[in-house]
Structures are given as structure tokens and as C-alpha cells.
């Protein structure tokens, strides 16, 4: 499995960004399929937006299509996501997940990752 850890987490007002960042061990680049979860206290994981092995299939969940942007730097082994426009409803925590996938292949299934970070808190403010 590969290890995971997010980072860019913190409190906002809504209106702004924020950019959240995964870092991922070195056997990562070009093997897996990533992802980012969100999940608001009482709610069930849910996707928010995923990228294939090199980037070339991305998808987003209705609710942040338009304002976030998923994209990966293989030879850094990142993978980042700018959110743009937060609202209060984007508060949660934000988990990265990878899986050993398929040239283009991106699930939006929470079973379907294999590894998952520690996650990382985004709190936005009215």
C-alpha cells in the first residue's frame, strides 16, 4: 500500500480558497488512481473529486464541479486540490485515497481505495 499524509487544512471564510495537498511514498507515481473524500460530522464519506494514473481522467462530485480542481505532479509524488468559492457546506474532513488502478480508471466508490491519509480539517465560516 502506499502511505499518504494531507496537508492545508484550516479555517476560512467563505468566498476564498484554500489548496490541499497530498504527499505520497516514492512507489506511488503512475500506479494509482487518487482521490479526494470529505466527510462532514454525521454524514457518510463522500467523494469529492479523483484523478487517474497520469491525469488524464478527473472527476468531481456535482456539489464542487466548478470550483474544484484536482490535478497530480507524479515526479513529485503530489496530488492537490484548490478549492475555489468554499461555502459553509465544504466543511469537513478532507481524506486523500489511492488505489492500484487501470490506465484511466477513477472510482468514486469510498470500498474501492485501498489506502487512506490521516485527513485534514476545512472549516469555512459564514
Known amino acids: 500500500q502506499v502511505q499518504l499524509v494531507e496537508s492545508g487544512g484550516g479555517l476560512v471564510q467563505a468566498g476564498t480558497s484554500l489548496r490541499l495537498s497530498c504527499a505520497a511514498s516514492?512507489?506511488?507515481?503512475?500506479?494509482?488512481?487518487v482521490a479526494w473524500f470529505r466527510q462532514a460530522p454525521g454524514k457518510e464519506r463522500e467523494f469529492v473529486g479523483g484523478?487517474?494514473?497520469?491525469?488524464?481522467?478527473?472527476q468531481y462530485a456535482d456539489s464542487v464541479k466548478g470550483r474544484f480542481i484536482i490535478s497530480r505532479d507524479n515526479a513529485q509524488s503530489t496530488v492537490s486540490l484548490q478549492m475555489n468559492r468554499l461555502n459553509p457546506e465544504d466543511t469537513a474532513v478532507y481524506y486523500c485515497a489511492a488505489y492500484f488502478a487501470v490506465t484511466g480508471e477513477v472510482s468514486q466508490s469510498v470500498s474501492r481505495y485501498q489506502s487512506w491519509g490521516q485527513g485534514t480539517q476545512v472549516t469555512v465560516s459564514s
Open positions: 516514492k512507489d506511488f507515481v503512475s500506479k494509482y488512481a
Open positions: 484523478i487517474s494514473r497520469v491525469g488524464r481522467v478527473r
